[in-house]
């Protein structure tokens, strides 16, 4: 028995090996070819989260390559029911904000579920994620405002995988 | 040498019999990993400017949750003309499967 419990575990850290090192960014995105140029959609991420209620933000970004902007998507948990005015993104050299407008709100058990979409420059979110101090995402919201960080871990794996799927975009444009 | 051939033997036992404990839906499977992505639906709606995913998980098979439907996919990224539909399958040696859902459209 220890022997297949050897052998589980050399392949769980064989796997999160080659998840940490290999940086295989095809599992974070996918491409589509279409009339008006390539749709780049990256997957989901998390790791946003306000240190005193534990409310979490996750986004995805969708680009459109013949475009400026890009399409960021972003869901917000919280227990209060909220008015979600704007959101910034703030780095250590940069703050900008973009248009903000709502998708829906439900509730996914005992939190609010609010989903909200905004377009932000290409160059603003290529430069955001070109930055290796972690950042900060504040929402500004009638009940107040909510800051959102995340762990340096988390964002060193987030930054780098989401600079390489810029850059790639870059180069084939 | 016995040994070995029979610790071998073990081990493939063990994981083709979790492999058919957390299965997703895919065209192609393998036991130990599967990776596919593949097509759900095509519409004759012309442009995508939008992308939507919804997500399911299973754990060993006994625990499932997510909403995985083309509907949550699309509310997702406020999309109202659907343009196709792909699926992605995971599955890593039957402890943990995901089924994700992709809607493009406008």
Same mark, same amino acid.
């Given at each position: ?173 | ?6 610790? +071998?033997?073990? /081990?493939?036992? =063990?994981? !083709? ?11 192609? %499977? ?10 759900v639906a ?10 939507g995913?919804s997500?399911? +998980?299973?754990? /060993?098979?006994? =625990?499932? !949750?997510?909403d995985a439907s083309i509907d949550a996919a699309a509310k997702?990224? %406020?999309i109202?003309?659907i343009?196709?539909v792909?699926q ?13 859902v992709f809607v493009?459209g406008?």
């Open positions: 028995m220890v022997w297949l419990a050897r052998h589980l575990f050399f392949i769980a850290m064989l796997l999160l090996t080659s998840k940490i090192n290999g940086q295989n960014i095809e599992k974070y995105y996918t491409s589509s070819l279409q009339e008006k140029g390539t749709l780049y959609f990256i997957f989901p991420q998390s790791g946003f989260e306000n240190n005193k209620t534990k409310s979490k933000l996750i986004y995805d970004i969708t680009y459109l390559a013949t475009t400026d902007t890009v399409t960021l998507n972003f869901s917000y948990f919280d227990k209060l029911e909220r008015t979600i005015d704007s959101a910034v993104f703030v780095n250590t050299n940069q703050r900008f904000s973009g248009s903000i407008k709502k998708l829906f709100i439900e509730t996914n058990k005992s939190k609010w579920h609010y989903r909200y979409t905004s377009k932000i420059l290409f160059t603003d979110i290529n430069s955001f994620f070109n930055q290796t101090n972690n950042p900060t995402i504040i929402l500004y919201t009638q009940q107040g405002i909510v800051e959102l960080n995340i762990k340096t871990k988390n964002w060193k794996r987030q930054s780098s995988v989401t600079k390489k799927i810029l850059t790639l975009i870059k180069y084939n444009q | 040498m016995f040994k070995t051939i029979k610790k +071998i033997a073990m /081990l493939l036992s =063990v994981i !083709a019999f979790m492999s058919s404990c957390a299965t997703v839906k895919s065209p192609l %499977g393998g036991i130990l990993y599967t990776n596919v992505k593949s097509p095509i519409t004759g709606n012309s442009n995508s400017t939008k992308v995913s997500e399911a +998980i299973s754990v /060993l098979g006994i =625990v499932a !949750a997510g997702s990224a %406020g109202s003309k343009h196709h792909d992605q399958s995971k599955s890593i040696l039957g402890f943990f499967a995901k089924y994700k493009y406008e």
